[in-house]
Structure formats: structure tokens, C-alpha cells
């Protein structure tokens, strides 16, 4: 049986936020399909998704690479989610139902799961719990156009690295500002709920300058 396009479309997404195709790196259609253990024409439309979601991009001569972020480009993306972030739950606040709550106190509880894992916090547990939270919101506030632009925004590479370096208390104030953000859905406090998505988003962009200034530190001090 043939994989399907979104069989093989997951696959390459995990590969990509594992790491096992590293940023920076050229990619052929090949080597995905064998990665995959497909053939070329689900990667192709695979590869279509992934660029549209800037987890993949393409160079002037059309060959499909890895994007690697300068601190720049990751600053504005984590400035433009922030504003997005804030409009998608003030909206939210004002349409989302009763089943819509209780699906993302689900997700709440399992990613409490992911960080309270008997061998330590599990990271891809907890950022695909994050991932379905945020999804739920973005389904909450029912705009076709901002589901649009947060899947161009939302670079779930940048959210895995971050998560990846996460503390223990990181993950803990995360999990505080989604039950935050549960509460103002619940009484449609549309300027709380606001308030706590742009601020949650802000939190995250601390955490990943703070990372990077440590892996800075690290490597001069592996120099000396």
C-alpha cells in the first residue's frame, strides 16, 4: 500500500523538527522519498506543504533546502506571532463554544502529562500538546484569513528548539498561561484573553534570545 501524501508530508515534518535534515542543508526530492520509503510524487506534494509552512524553502534554482534563521528574522517572526497571537484569542474569546473549552483543557492535561513524565519532561509530547492547544484557538476564532497567515508565522522549527532548552519552570509558566487563557475563554474576556496570548508569545521569545546567548557563551568558552 502507498503512503499517502499526508503519511509522507509527517514524516519529513518530524524529520525536519528532529533535526535529521539539518537547517541549512539542501534536500533532493530523493533522498526524502527515501527517507520515506515512497516514491517521488507524494514528496513533491509533501514538500508543497512544508514550504507553504516555511519549514521548507526553495532557492533560485528551485532545489528545496532547510531554512536556517539569523536572529533577525527569528526576532520579527516572534513579533508578528505575538500580534497574531493577541488578535487570534481576543477573537476566540468572543466566538469559542463550551465543546471547543473542554477540548483545550484536554490538550492542558496532556501536555501536564508530557512535562510530568516518570523519565523527565517528554519535548515532543510537549510541543505537539502545544501545537493542538494553539490549533484549538486558531479553530476557535474562525478566520480563514488568520489561519492563513499563522501557518506562514508559526515556525514550529523555532518552537521546537526553544521547547527543546525549555526549564522546568519554563514549561510549568507556559501551562500557567494556557489555563490563563482557558479562564478568560470562559467568561469571554476578549482584552484578558488578549493580554495573555501576546505576553505567553513575548515569554517564549525571552527564552530562545536566552538560549542563544548561552550557546554563544558555551562556544567561546570551548574555544578557550
Not at 535534515?21 to 513533491?44: I, K, L, M, N, Q
Not at 482584552?191 to 536566552?210: E, K, M, P, Q
Request: charged letters at 25%; a negative charge.
Amino acid at each position: 500500500m502507498k503512503k499517502t501524501s499526508d503519511d509522507v508530508y509527517r514524516r519529513i515534518r518530524s524529520g525536519i523538527l528532529s533535526g535529521h535534515f539539518a537547517a541549512g542543508s539542501f534536500v533532493p526530492e530523493d533522498e526524502f522519498a527515501t527517507y520515506c520509503g515512497t516514491s517521488r510524487t507524494p514528496v513533491r506534494e509533501a514538500i508543497s506543504r512544508l514550504v507553504s509552512e516555511m519549514l521548507l524553502q526553495r532557492s533560485g534554482t528551485r532545489r528545496v533546502f532547510v531554512p536556517q534563521w539569523s536572529d533577525n528574522q527569528i526576532e520579527e517572526l516572534f513579533i508578528l506571532r505575538a500580534g497574531l497571537e493577541q488578535h487570534c484569542a481576543q477573537r476566540a474569546a468572543r466566538l469559542i463554544t463550551a465543546d471547543q473549552i473542554a477540548a483545550l483543557q484536554l490538550h492542558c492535561d496532556f501536555i501536564d502529562g508530557a512535562i510530568s513524565a516518570s523519565d523527565g519532561p517528554d519535548i515532543p509530547a510537549f510541543v505537539e500538546g502545544n501545537r493542538r492547544f494553539h490549533s484549538g484557538i486558531l479553530e476557535a476564532a474562525d478566520s480563514e484569513p488568520l489561519d492563513k497567515l499563522m501557518r506562514i508565522v508559526v515556525s514550529q522549527v523555532i518552537i521546537h528548539r526553544t521547547a527543546e532548552r525549555y526549564s522546568l519552570g519554563d514549561m510549568e509558566q507556559s501551562q500557567t498561561d494556557h489555563r490563563d487563557l482557558i479562564a478568560a475563554f470562559s467568561v469571554k474576556d476578549s482584552d484578558w484573553a488578549g493580554t495573555i496570548a501576546r505576553n505567553h508569545i513575548l515569554r517564549a521569545a525571552h527564552a530562545y534570545r536566552v538560549q542563544a546567548l548561552r550557546k554563544v557563551r558555551d562556544c567561546a568558552e570551548g574555544a578557550d
